[in-house]
């Protein structure tokens, strides 16, 4: 029984050293105790085509990877902690963000930068990190319905819940306030205004938008990576020849290593497509990597 403890174990940290390059999620609160990873679960983990998944606090947050269009909800079903979807309110879907999170989404081709409610489970692969209401969409100038993106962590458990709200024009005015200034009081007072006043309140179009530099470059899928050039040179020759198959080294500290990458891609929309193929599904290390 010890030996079979043992090997488990040596089994459990040997899987544990893979790293996603441009997929990075950072907890700085993992820094404490191990003992209290518990205590930053806030759902019970679940698991989606065999992946699994463990939704928690985080204190940080920064990830780069595709963004979809929300498919799976229409105009008033409830989203996954039971506020109402409507494709013209700045919304997304995540698989372990805390829900309602806040958060900024960059376009990662031309530096535009609004900030978005996740409020939804979603973006279930490595690639496809987070799915986005269409006017997300429009206000990044992302015009297909896929693009590259980078996240970062506002803040999240807000001590508001946009279902309070019962109209559409109320969840807009919710969405768009600062959150310290939020009540379900303001809504109501705000809800009582007239039509022909609703024109005088602050147009948020305005304001919704900033834009930061963005270092752009070669895209490629990471399927996996080593410490050892032999090792991805016979990974590497295991594939179809007909696949754009190369390695790229890569540094991260002072550790090399040796990336095997398919790409690069010029056409978004082919690398989403294609990170669904069957072939690369089972990899837990895919991933983007920008160059």
């Known amino acids: 029984m010890k030996n079979f403890f043992l090997l488990s174990l040596f089994i459990l940290f040997c899987n544990c050293t893979a790293v996603n390059i441009a997929n990075i999620a950072k907890d700085e609160l993992s820094n404490s105790n191990p003992d209290d990873f518990s205590s930053l679960i806030i759902e019970p983990p679940y698991e989606i085509n065999g992946k699994w998944f463990y939704p928690k606090n985080y204190e940080s ?21 039971g506020e109402r979807y409507h494709p ?13 999170s ?15 409610r996740i409020n939804h489970r979603g973006g279930y692969s490595n690639i496809n990190t987070i799915e986005l209401s269409p006017s997300v969409f429009n206000i990044l100038g992302m015009n297909s319905d896929v693009g590259i993106v980078e996240i970062n962590l506002i803040n999240q458990n807000e001590t508001f819940i946009l279902k309070e709200a019962k109209t559409y024009n109320a969840e807009k005015k919710v969405n768009k306030a600062p959150v310290s ?33 963005v270092q752009t470059g070669k895209i490629y899928l990471n399927i996996t990576k080593f410490s050892f050039k032999k090792s991805a040179i016979s990974f590497k020759d295991g594939f179809k020849n007909d696949l754009n198959i190369n390695i790229i080294v890569s540094k991260e500290g002072d550790k090399i290593y040796y990336n095997v990458v398919l790409g690069p891609f010029d056409d978004i929309e082919e690398l989403y497509n294609v990170q669904k193929n069957d072939i690369f599904k089972h990899y837990e290390d895919l991933s983007l990597l920008i160059l």
């Open 88 to 100: 013209d309110v700045f919304s997304g879907a995540h698989a372990s963000l805390a829900l309602p």
């Open 181 to 213: 200034s939020v009540s379900l009081e303001t809504i109501d007072t705000i809800e009582e205004q007239s039509a022909d006043k609703e024109s005088t309140l602050p147009n948020y179009e305005n304001n919704d938008l900033t834009i930061k530099e």
């Open 61 to 81: 947050f920064n990830q780069i990877g595709v963004a979809s269009k929300i498919r799976n909800l229409e105009v008033g079903s409830k989203t996954s902690n």
């Open 102 to 116: 806040m958060i900024s989404v960059t376009n990662l081709s031309n530096g535009y930068t609004t900030n978005v």
